[in-house]
């Protein structure tokens, strides 16, 4: 068997690099950057709280953007380097350093370019993510509140502004159901592919027989709804329900009746708040997230028909994606794509990365199938 020449594989992954730069459009980024360095720098940028935040998160993540391209290019470039000091020298620690590191490099290079694949209409969107406990009881709530703090790890690992805009507590242990939001640009295109039913196989920590229980949560991936989208809603097709926040113990609970739970009687979709103290400031936000719900609904109505004109059958919302066995064996995988691993404790950890950029190609391709 022939052994591939790193230099060309060197050659190979800079092409790919060039690619991404040019379908990224390095140079309009690099341009936005000097707009949004000019937004960040006037005096009166945080007299608008929110749209300050909105400008310096972007900023933020474009830079990482470009910090992340400039820094492959000069791995690359170092990596030449590096080969050729341990042809120079006859080394074979270096060689296999410089091994190490082209693997390495594949693998970054290859999640650079899942980044190009996020072109749909809501990608670029920050994400509302909602969670509820499925069957399985008491299990299912605490399997939906370590789905929670899976992707809140995951958002805390990227650098990622996350806020939690609710959450209703189980009795026993657990939670009902929770909404957050990931407040970085694409969080949407990249976490969609989560939208789903997750499975959980374990000895539960709630039986004191440790029998094995399978449990289920769902979880909810919507697009933050923008100024420039349209979405009607009339007040009569809403009931507002004022309740008191709840909590864990009652610490730092509020207090009062500030807590809004919204019906949109229409759909049936239900939205709550209650991380604000104002009940007003509760009301704006959950009307913000059912907003993003009904811009999503639209979304998937509008693909049911283009597909049902062309014919096709599709998979429903809410089935489920992926197993995470705890007992008797340990292993994730996703039912989709087939990526599996072997620690669960990593994935539920907030390592979601692999699963993730798998699933976009998966996406990706099943989207341009249905072209």
Request: overall charge negative; charged content about 30%.
């Amino acid at each position: 068997m022939a052994l591939i020449d790193p230099a060309e594989e060197i050659t190979e992954l800079t092409g790919t690099l060039n690619s991404i730069q040019d379908v990224l459009d390095v140079d309009a980024i690099r341009k936005q950057l000097e707009e949004l360095g000019e937004q960040a720098a006037a005096p009166d940028l945080w007299n608008d709280q929110e749209q300050a935040q909105k400008v310096t998160s972007k900023l933020s993540y474009l830079q990482g953007e470009i910090n992340r391209i400039e820094s492959l290019s000069r791995r690359l470039e170092d990596l030449s380097v590096l080969y050729e000091l341990a042809a120079a020298e006859d080394d074979e620690d270096t060689r296999e350093e410089a091994d190490r590191e082209l693997a390495t490099l594949k693998g970054d290079i290859g999640a650079l370019e899942v980044r190009t694949l996020l072109s749909g209409e809501y990608d670029a969107r920050e994400a509302v993510v909602t969670i509820q406990s499925q069957a399985g009881g008491v299990d299912a709530a605490d399997w939906a509140q370590m789905l929670q703090r899976m992707y809140l790890r995951w958002a805390e690992r990227k650098g990622y502004p996350a806020e939690v805009y609710e959450t209703s507590y189980a009795e026993e242990a657990g939670i009902k159901s929770t909404t957050f939001t990931v407040k970085a640009p694409y969080a949407y295109g990249t976490l969609r592919g989560e939208h789903g039913t997750h499975r959980l196989v374990r000895i539960s920590p709630f039986d004191n027989q440790g029998r094995r229980q399978t449990s289920f949560a769902g979880v909810d991936v919507v697009p933050v709804v923008e100024t420039t989208d349209h979405i009607d809603i009339n007040e009569d097709d809403l009931r507002v329900d004022v309740y008191r926040s709840s909590g864990p113990g009652g610490q730092g609970v509020n207090t009062t009746d500030s807590a809004v739970r919204l019906t949109h009687l229409p759909t049936g979709i239900v939205v709550s708040c209650q991380n604000e103290r104002s009940q007003l400031q509760n009301k704006a936000t959950a009307m913000a997230v059912l907003q993003s719900k009904l811009l999503e609904r639209k979304r998937q109505e509008e693909a049911a028909a283009l597909n049902e004109i062309r014919g096709e059958s599709t998979t429903s919302w809410g089935t489920q994606i992926r197993n995470y066995v705890l007992h008797p064996y340990q292993i994730v995988k996703d039912l989709r794509t087939g990526t599996e691993a072997g620690n669960p404790s990593a994935v539920l950890d907030g390592d979601l990365d692999e699963f993730i950029e798998s699933e976009i190609r998966w996406t990706r391709r099943q989207e341009s199938g249905a072209e």
